[in-house]
Each structure stands twice: as structure tokens, then as C-alpha cells.
């Protein structure tokens, strides 16, 4: 088959590779149906060191099931389903408490996770096959509601975890920090969860526009202590008792500290590229500033995410405005560092 | 008056002052009946600059209303009152809230906080006084309740902040770092709000034992890596649902994150004398864990904290044992320091 490495910094190739095989009778080989490049995939496409060895890449995909292991229940050849971007057995007792990237049989597809491959490939073995992957059923193969449902794999139940522990609701002002997907989705999750006021911090116009569709109801353009200042003056000098981080850089959490709003909550989903930052008096700890967030367990929001997208109430596949076949993945990659595009949806 | 200043560290007098005298109509001149020496204080008494100005010391007192100003309400002269160790309105949105420690009109006493005096002395002039003293009636001034009342001012209420912000219940696991007067009474309130399971992490003997007194099922001595061992292994691995963190150090900090669960909640409460520290994918953020905390608004869980301190149920108190008058002050300082008193009580 043909799947996607990751040899270095900007060195993305397509090339031929084992068919996947089952390992473990909970195995099953899913043929990719759709999948895509994420944000979290530009992290290591920025530094990874050049390596002689590629790294498989990808972690989002819609796919039919081709051959389910002998253990796996629920699931037969043929079904088209979604799978979230962390395979999980869905029964430990961290699966049972919603928390499934931290299942106790659990792990991520491709970026170096040794024995699994990655998504952005025309098949990909799925462990875990029973707990992880979501029929949709009804759907069909050419449905136009296929990239709306790649999204539940990560960005929009991502962007949902952001804004349920941050404990959005009808009471609470948001800022939303980043325009990609991630921070888009979150801004349509925030909606969803009945926020009135929800403060966009971008600064691509095109993004942000899409942005006020999903239910932004501000977009703050400038960034750093200018950014700050403006959300400050837009919530009477006071912050926001929310902030949902979807970036992942210092610089967004330094401005999550700055229009936080004391009593508040910091939710991060953008993967940190630091390991320490600001805690202490000065930043959260003085006026008891909360700090939350993580992998998102997606799997958990599945079930309840599904109905709106299949019924068309929400449409959170307008993040992807390019679509690749897998052999020019390369070229999304390359897109979506250079900001033409927001998300690329890859076709096999 | 006699009031007690601290010019540096080590270096704690009670000397003559001025008479504090009303300033605003909404301050009282309250007269001292207990105060007390904090962990907090110790702080500064490790660490202070040598200065030839005295800061003002203490901030938990228990009080006779002497002279309210002329927009007092609430209050009357002869009221045994009791007095959080922030200063708020009790009125304006954060108060409202329950976050008195941030209150738009409030603020803190003694410690270099310039126009209001320290409480480790025979009067106070206490600012937005309606919104800050909460009166005790039927209780004299020679009550034997008087030290768990005065716990209420700080210390007891405090150790409550950490586990409400934890949210813990019957079904959360809690670690406690710290044996101090704060970390001994988080103890009390996790038990309080329904915990079976609270492992104290401390190495003074004797408070330890009042912590098993106050509720924890569990001691462990060792500390750092070996103490974060030992909690893992009472917990199965995988460590506690909560930690209450009562120290503020940065050992501390690494403790904490070292024997929280996945998903779970490090509340802290000691003041953090550090300001940058580990939040990253290998710390919080790969495991979905949230830090909370801060300075504790302690007025807002009088009310919920006073009943059972009235008829007796819990005796908080315990946390003194030594008394000293006034000019014997720095005498409590420096046996708390050298942990020959676990925190002093101040009679004027």
C-alpha cells in the first residue's frame, strides 16, 4: 500500500509500504476511507531531526472495516466507521470515566508509536478495534457528510474537550486563542454549549470570517499585549472567565494568562511545545486562575457529537478547504505550513 | 498600641505604634482578642531583605468592634467578630461569586500592603468592615472555641478552598501534601466533604497523628521521589483523584504532579514561592490534569464552616499548641520555624 512518512523537518514522502496485518485477535485492518493532515502534524514537520528511518503520520481517518481480529465484537467487514485519534479499549476504568487517552491498553496511531502505523495511508491496522472505532451507519462511502465526520476523529471533539472542561456554558464569557481548526471547532463548541460572547484571537480573515459562522461573536486581530489589551477592553477591563488554548505555543499561553479573568479557567488542547511556564502568584496561583486541558479523550464526545453533524444542524467540515489525493500529501502539508489552507482532506 | 513588625528576616519586633484610627466610613477599629502566627509569615521571616521600616505583621484575628465608621451596617461596638485574612466588600461581582480574594474593593493585611496594619497586635483598623467581619454571637471572649473560631480566619478555611476547588467527594482518592496547620485541616474538610481515602504526606510524628485525628486513612513520611513512590503504591500505581498542595514549595509542586491520577486535580493553597514550573505534555498536560488554587476566600465558607465549630462536631483548633502573649510574638515565629510549634496562638 502507499502511506505517508515523515523523514525530517519538511521532508514528508509517500511511498510504498507493508500492507498492514493483524497482530492481536482485537485487531482490525481498516481500509482509509478519508483522512487528513493535522495542525499537531506541523510540530514535528517543523523540527523533527532528519532521520534515515521515516516516522508513519496521520491519526484522523474515516475508514471501512476490511478484516476484523477474532476477538473483536460489534464490527463487521464492510462497515464504514470513524476512529478517534487515540485507540482505546473503551472498558478500563479510565475509559469508563470518559478520559480514553489515558486508557490503560490505549496509545496514538503513527508519530513514532514503534509497532502502529499512521492514517495518511491507504489501510492502517487498528488496535483495540471494538473500544475504538464508531459505526456510522446509514452513510455512505460518497456521502458529503464525510468530512464533517472526519472531524469527530480529533479537531472538533478536540476542540469540544477545550471548551467541557473549561466548563463553558450560558454564564461564561470565551476567548478562544487560534484560528486553526482546533480553535475554530472550539468557538462551534462553545455555541453549542450555549456561550453568548465568544472572543476570537486570529489574525487570517478568511479563518476568523469562518469563525463568526461558527458562533464567534468578536475577532480580535492583534496578538500579544496588544491582543490582551483588546480583550481586556472588550469584557470591561476584566478578561473572560474562560479561555480555550488551541495553539500550543508560549505566546498563547502567556496571552491565555493575560485575558483570563480572575476565578477563571485556561483550557489548553493545542499541544504544548514547552514544559514549563508561568504558575505562581503573579500569573494563576494570585487570583485563582484554573488550568485544565490535555489530549481529548474524542471518543468520549462520539456518541454525543454524531447526531448534529448527521442531521446537518452543525457543519465543522468547512475547516478543510483542500483536499489531496494520499500522494500529494506532501503538498497539504506544505499548504498548511504556509497558511493557503486551513486543513487539508486527504483521499486515498 | 503594641503591634508586631517584621524588619527582615529573622528579625521580628513588637514595638509601640499609633492608635489605628478610622480612615474611610466603611472602616472599624476593632480590638484584638486572638492572632495568630501564619505558615505564610514564615515566609518572609526566612527571606525578608534587612529594612530599617517594620512591615506589619498577621493577618487572622478574632476581635471586640470598637468603633465602626459612620457607614457601617451589620455591626455594633461590643460584637466578638471574626475576620478573614482578605479585606473585601462582600458585595461587588466577585464577592458575589464567592471569590472575596479578589474582590474589586478588597485587599490584604499587614505585610508591606502599606496603609493597613497587621493583626499580630492589640488593634486593627479594618477597611470595608460590613462586607469583611462576620459576628459571632453568643461566644465571649474567654470561649474555649476560640482558637477553632480563629481558624476560620485563615488556616481552616484555606485547607477548605483546597478541597473545593478539588471537588472532592466520596468518590475522589485525596493526597494532602504537607502537615501544616493548613494541610492538617485540609485533611478535616476532605473528610468533611465525604473522602475515604486521604493520605497525609508528612514528617512530624505528632502532627501527622492530629492529621489521622482530622481524617486520613494514610501517612507517608518519605518525601520526593520515594514518597511519590509510596503513594503510587497505596493507590494501585496510579496515584490520587486530588492532591491538596500546603506547602508552596516547588518540591512540593513536584510531588503533587507526581502522585495525581489521570484526570485528576492538584489544588494548591500553600503560596507558591516559585513562579515557573513544569505544565507540559510530560507534567499536566499528557494526562489531562488540572491545577487550581489560590488565595483562599475564606469569607465565603464562614458561614458553611461555622455551625459545626459552634456545637463542637469538629475541633480545628488543634492546630495550636503554643500561646504566647503579645510581646512574646517572636518567640512563635521562631518555634514554628524551628518546628517546635506547629502554629502559635497570640493573646494581647
Known amino acids: 500500500m502507499r502511506a505517508t512518512f515523515l523523514y525530517g523537518a519538511g521532508d514528508v514522502r509517500v511511498e510504498d509500504a507493508p500492507d498492514p496485518v493483524l497482530r492481536h485477535p482485537t485487531d482490525a485492518i481498516v481500509r482509509v476511507v478519508r483522512s487528513c493532515v493535522c495542525g499537531s502534524d506541523l510540530h514535528p514537520y517543523h523540527s523533527m531531526p532528519a532521520s534515515g528511518q521515516g516516522t508513519p503520520m496521520g491519526h484522523e481517518f474515516l475508514g471501512v472495516v476490511e478484516e476484523p481480529g477474532s476477538e473483536v465484537t460489534g464490527l463487521t467487514r464492510g462497515d464504514l466507521v470513524v476512529s478517534p485519534f487515540a485507540y482505546s479499549d473503551n472498558t478500563c476504568e479510565f475509559c469508563r470515566e470518559g478520559l480514553h487517552t489515558s486508557c490503560r491498553n490505549g496509545g496514538f496511531w503513527g508519530n513514532g ?7 495518511q495511508a491507504e489501510a492502517v491496522r487498528v488496535p483495540q478495534a471494538s473500544g475504538t472505532l464508531v459505526k456510522l451507519p446509514g452513510v455512505g462511502e460518497d456521502s458529503p457528510l ?3 465526520l472526519l472531524t469527530l476523529a480529533d479537531v472538533y471533539g478536540t476542540g469540544y474537550h477545550a471548551a467541557k472542561q473549561a466548563r463553558v456554558n450560558p454564564r461564561t464569557t470565551v476567548t478562544v486563542i487560534g484560528d486553526g481548526a482546533v480553535g475554530l471547532l472550539a468557538v462551534l463548541s462553545a455555541k453549542q454549549l450555549g456561550a453568548e460572547r465568544i472572543i476570537l484571537m486570529g489574525r487570517h480573515e478568511d479563518r476568523t470570517d469562518l ?4 458562533g ?3 475577532v480580535v486581530a492583534a496578538r500579544g499585549d496588544e491582543g490582551i489589551a483588546e480583550v481586556r477592553e472588550l469584557t470591561g477591563g476584566d478578561g473572560t472567565h474562560t479561555v480555550l ?3 500550543g505555543h508560549m505566546s498563547a499561553y502567556d496571552m491565555a494568562v493575560g485575558v483570563v479573568r480572575p476565578g477563571g479557567v485556561i483550557s489548553r488542547v493545542g499541544v504544548p511545545q514547552y514544559e514549563q511556564a508561568p504558575v505562581g502568584f503573579g500569573s494563576l496561583f494570585g487570583h485563582n486562575i484554573t488550568s485544565t486541558g490535555g489530549p481529548a479523550p474524542v471518543r468520549a464526545y462520539i456518541d454525543e457529537l454524531l447526531p448534529a453533524v448527521l442531521d ?3 457543519d465543522p467540515g468547512k475547516v ?3 483536499t489531496v489525493d494520499l500522494d500529494q500529501t506532501p503538498d497539504g502539508y506544505r499548504a498548511m505550513d504556509r497558511r493557503e489552507a486551513l486543513k ?3 483521499k486515498p
Chains 1, 2 share one sequence.
Do not use: K, M, Q
Open 211 to 214: 469563525g463568526r459562522e461558527f
Open 146 to 148: 464525510l468530512p464533517s
Open 216 to 218: 464567534a461573536t468578536d
Open 113 to 119: 508509536n514503534g509497532d502502529v502505523g499512521g492514517a
Open 245 to 247: 488554548e488551541a495553539v
Open 320 to 322: 478543510f478547504d483542500l
Open 344 to 346: 487539508a482532506l486527504i
Open 312 to 314: 446537518g444542524a452543525v
